[in-house]
């Protein structure tokens, strides 16, 4: 449970950098994600973050990508992102991590101006486990 629990947090850092570096606008924005993972006797807790997206993040996309060795807590993580493409008002993109914990996924997130939804799909060895997100923006920065 623990493998899991770790792969979940690499998780969330790469869904929160995601929904950071899509068409989204400037601003304080409040991102909600809940992990499911069938057949598992523990259920994540839904969590919530808040980050600011300055106008240089929403105008280049791979400010926010995954990028450096250390990832959610300490851990070590090299996941990377790769055919990253945005359609309208929906992004999609593939996933791919060896460390903690293998795994592969695909997501996918529409926006509007002020909110976007998204889930994220992934297969490693304990299974299958899906991320929702859901992201709104609150307002300005401070």
């Known amino acids: ?10 998780l969330l850092a790469t869904g929160i950098a995601i ?10 924005w ?11 006797p523990i259920q994540m807790p839904e969590m919530k973050t ?15 990508l995954p990028s450096g060795p250390e990832g959610r807590g300490g ?10 493409k945005v359609s309208g008002n929906t992004a999609t993109w593939k996933m791919a991590c060896t460390t903690p914990q293998a795994m592969t996924g695909t997501g996918e997130m529409t926006f509007t ?7 994220l799909k992934t297969d490693m060895a304990q299974g299958q486990m899906t991320m929702k997100m859901a992201g ?6 401070q």
Do not use: F, W
Not at 1 to 10: D, G, H, R, V, W
Not at 19 to 28: C, D, E, F, L, V
Not at 113 to 119: C, V
């Open 1 to 10: 449970m623990k493998t899991t629990l770790i792969a979940a947090l690499a």
């Open 19 to 28: 929904a950071q570096s899509s068409p989204i606008r400037p601003g304080r």
């Open 30 to 40: 409040e991102v909600t994600m809940q992990m499911q993972m069938p057949g598992s």
């Open 50 to 64: 808040t980050r600011c997206v300055t106008p240089e993040d929403a105008k280049d996309p791979t400010r926010s």
């Open 75 to 84: 851990q070590k993580s090299d996941c990377k992102v790769s055919d990253y």
């Open 113 to 119: 101006d002020d909110s976007y939804t998204g889930t």
């Open 136 to 141: 709104k923006r609150l307002g300005d920065c």
